[in-house]
């Protein structure tokens, strides 16, 4: 097994042979969904998390070896290879070691350096260096030039000749990993990230005061958390603020700092009043000033923004899998809402599939205010349509229309015997992307543009799953500073998160869209498209093997979906299962030894339980893939999504200004950071329940208490009318206005004394305040 197997098996902690099948079956085409669901036998059952940290690692590390070859060729092509280079490059465990070690053979153009080297002062640094009793001034004597060089050096008189000397010391030490990666992690555990307004920058403009709380700020830059360093980047690159690397701690003036201090240690050189000492010291200093201190920033910054949007990346991807195996309403008849005032609410009335039944626009707001109009058309539509649910887009105008929706519903109740719809308010996030999409136009081509998003946010809630996949992840609004992370690697994380979430609930296959079907493992949209036209021109699938009849879908990609794709009703009962079409010679065995029909066997707990896995088994399935299909048999078809529940919005509560202190109230969980959750408590404005506020204990990030789509109970702390902020809390023990801080909060996050202002160290509704402005006003 290759080195890269071993030491991806070390990091997840796992065995060797576990990673080496992974890799195999990856390199073979298989899917991460496919194998951690049918190869758990090959993988020793490793899971889709697992498989997914697996994969991002074999990239890199197969990246950083095609690297290595490349290094090492190039700097054999040079004829400075040695033994000890070779064996240092060889163990170098990271792109940045790599780099440091390429660094001193890397083509680049004449530097100072190699200019005075090319004038033979490289002997003259070495002496003094080797020599610091010997005179700076009369060594440099004899390599005086009478006239500048035609190398483009002028080395004509002494100081000239020291400053050549000098840059040959400052580059050599410059490039040397031994100074260079020591330097860089104690600035990494020790410096600090100091952030200031640019003082031409104007502190009332709202587009500059946004970054208010980074005016003047300094945190321990290994301590700084995601989503301030993902601000205060912004920050920089909206020119609003100045972010500078500082040492632990200033020098005095006329004094050495402390990175010199360092670098001088690390050299092993220290000022002895020697006569070279003073010269030596001003090329230390000049090495830090000129060639260090500003790569060691530029690196640690780049460290810092790689870190940063990792866990912004984890957090959308986390937010985003909440959202997507959010309970669905399923299969009722439902009216989706999508509000406007001057333009009107577009209206879209779908049935229990999902097909557009109905549209029509109302316009109860201003300048029509046709309330009895807008009243009388919803309710002919809820009447004719038997409409259950009633879906509301949370945008402009959401919380005028869910007043007219609350009037609609007393009128229903006054009426005898009749069932009234429920009315749930529903995120519109990416309707207006899905709207203008071609996928919209080739579904709804009949439907004018602004009544499309009406039918997603109808569907959104029957499946919020078949539907969100129609929209570009990026687009559906969980995620913090998406704009400013590496987009080639949200798209990435997205996508698997994408293609996980289909592939664990499965895809029915005779009604599944083809943005649905092309996330289905080992499906194209290509084939996803050849599959919705072969079943348009010969109807439903009847069973699994009909796949195979698809224009190019072959045996191996068959293989990839088949288990996948559910057919309800169809010739086999196996088929609406997640079974894969290769195990049903097991099924058969299992159906052998039970004496019953698939009927019979199918979700009968009592007849599966007094099989033993192991009785199946055969060389090629083993009895982890036996106890799957037994799991399987007894709840076909499971849907691993939680039941459908709403919030129960307080009736009296309908704007901010019927909050009051103390109320609490349910509300759904619709967005989480590290520094919260926001929560939807009926007002049409999310409120905030900082990290503090979770939980009766100490928190560090909020997904470890809450996630997008829960229904949780808060307090109402704090009503900031006037900016349209609430503060939150569901420590439901805890007085309005208490200061939310646990002791250790505040030092957890790198909080110091001086000028290092985390927002834990505030009071609870200001830390809420400014944690919701960084979500809320820095997000866009």
């Known amino acids: 097994m290759s080195a890269i197997t071993h030491r991806i098996a070390d990091e997840l902690g796992v065995r060797a042979a576990q990673v080496q099948a992974a890799v195999d079956l990856l390199d073979g085409g298989a899917t991460v969904p496919f194998i951690a669901r049918y190869r758990k036998e090959a993988t020793g059952g490793l899971d889709d998390t697992q498989l997914r940290q697996l994969e991002q690692r074999l990239v890199y590390l197969r990246e950083l070896e095609a690297r290595r070859a490349a290094v090492l060729r190039s700097i054999e092509e040079q004829g400075k290879l040695t033994p000890a280079l070779r064996a240092a490059i060889e163990a170098a465990a990271t792109k940045q070691d790599l780099e440091d070690l390429y660094l001193p053979y890397k083509p680049k153009r004449r530097t100072k350096g190699q200019i005075a080297r090319e004038a033979g002062l490289e002997s003259l640094a070495d002496a003094l260096w080797a020599d610091p009793t010997r005179d700076p001034h009369q060594a440099a004597q004899p390599y005086v030039q009478a006239a500048p060089n035609e190398g483009g050096g002028d080395f004509t008189t002494v100081a000239a000749v020291l400053d050549g000397a000098r840059d040959i010391l400052s580059e050599r030490w410059a490039e040397d990993p031994a100074i260079v990666q020591p330097l860089r992690e104690w600035l990494w555990a020790e410096g600090v990230l100091r952030s200031r307004r640019i003082e031409t920058r104007n502190p009332d403009d709202?587009?500059?005061a946004k970054f208010r709380d980074y005016f003047e700020?300094?945190?321990?830059?290994?301590?700084?958390?995601s989503h301030r360093a993902l601000a205060m980047f912004r920050g920089r690159a909206q020119e609003?603020?100045?972010l500078r690397l500082a040492q632990p701690q200033e020098p005095q003036p006329g004094q050495p700092s402390l990175a010199e201090g360092r670098l001088a240690q690390l050299l092993g050189w220290s000022h002895q009043g020697r006569a070279a000492d003073d010269w030596l010291r001003r090329c230390v200093a000049w090495t830090w000033r000129v060639k260090l201190s500003l790569s060691i920033e530029r690196d640690l910054f780049a460290r810092l923004r790689e870190a940063a949007e990792a866990v912004a990346i984890q957090v959308f991807g986390a937010n985003l899998r909440d959202l997507l195996l959010a309970a669905p309403a399923g299969p009722r008849p439902t009216m989706g809402l999508d509000p406007g005032i001057r333009t009107g609410v577009k209206v879209a009335v779908v049935d229990a599939t999902g097909k557009v039944v109905d549209t029509a626009t109302v316009y109860p707001f201003e300048p029509r205010r046709d309330v009895e109009g807008a009243l009388a058309t919803l309710a002919a539509l809820v009447l004719r349509h038997g409409v259950e649910l009633i879906a509301i887009g949370n945008g402009t105008a959401s919380r005028e229309t869910d007043r007219l929706v609350g009037e609609l519903l007393q009128r229903l109740r006054a009426r005898e015997g009749q069932r009234v719809p429920q009315k749930v308010m529903v995120s519109e996030a990416g309707a207006s992307v899905y709207s203008a999409s071609e996928t919209a136009a080739q579904e709804l081509p009949d439907l004018d543009v602004s009544l499309r998003g009406a039918v997603s946010i109808a569907r959104r809630l029957q499946d919020p799953l078949a539907e969100l996949v129609k929209i570009d992840p990026k687009s559906i609004g969980v995620g913090q500073y998406q704009h400013d992370v590496n987009q080639a690697a949200l798209a990435r994380t997205l996508d698997a998160v994408v293609e996980d979430c289909v592939n664990a609930v499965g895809v029915d296959l005779n009604t599944a869209s083809v943005p649905l079907l092309a996330r289905v493992s080992g499906l194209s949209a290509a084939t996803a498209r050849a599959l919705v036209r072969w079943r348009d021109t010969h109807g439903a699938f009847r069973h699994?093997?009909?796949?195979?009849?698809?224009?190019?879908?072959?045996?191996?990609?068959?293989?990839?979906?088949?288990?996948?794709?559910?057919?309800?009703?169809?010739?086999?009962?196996?088929?609406?299962?997640?079974?894969?079409p290769e195990t049903y010679p097991v099924v058969q065995r299992i159906l052998a030894a039970a004496g019953r029909p698939i009927e019979a066997v199918m979700g009968k707990a009592e007849v599966l339980r007094t099989l033993k896995p192991e009785a199946f088994a055969d060389e090629r399935f083993g009895p982890v893939t036996v106890r799957d299909i037994l799991a399987e048999l007894e709840k076909p078809g499971r849907d691993p999504r939680p039941d459908f529940r709403v919030a129960r919005f307080e009736e009296s509560v309908q704007d901010l200004r019927d909050l009051k202190p103390g109320m609490v109230l349910e509300g759904t969980v619709t967005n989480v950071a590290q520094f919260g959750a926001f929560v939807d408590i009926g007002v049409h404005q999310d409120g905030l329940v900082h990290v503090s506020e979770l939980a009766n204990r100490y928190v560090a990030d909020a997904r470890e208490v809450v996630k997008a789509g829960d229904i949780v109970r808060v307090k109402v702390l704090e009503i900031d009318v006037p900016r349209q902020r609430i503060a939150l809390s569901m420590r439901l023990d805890a007085p309005p206005g208490a200061a939310a801080p646990r002791a250790g909060y505040a030092a957890a996050h790198g909080v110091r004394g001086g000028q290092v202002r985390p927002r834990a160290a505030e009071p609870a509704p200001t830390a809420m305040a400014s944690a919701f402005a960084k979500l809320q006003g820095l997000r866009r």
Request: aromatic share 4%.
């Open 217 to 225: 700020h300094d945190e321990p830059i290994a301590r700084v958390p």
């Open 206 to 208: 709202p587009e500059v």
């Open 544 to 580: 699994r093997q009909q796949l195979l009849q698809v224009t190019g879908l072959g045996p191996k990609t068959f293989e990839q979906c088949a288990g996948f794709l559910r057919i309800r009703g169809g010739d086999n009962p196996l088929d609406m299962t997640g079974v894969h």
């Open 240 to 242: 609003v603020l100045d």
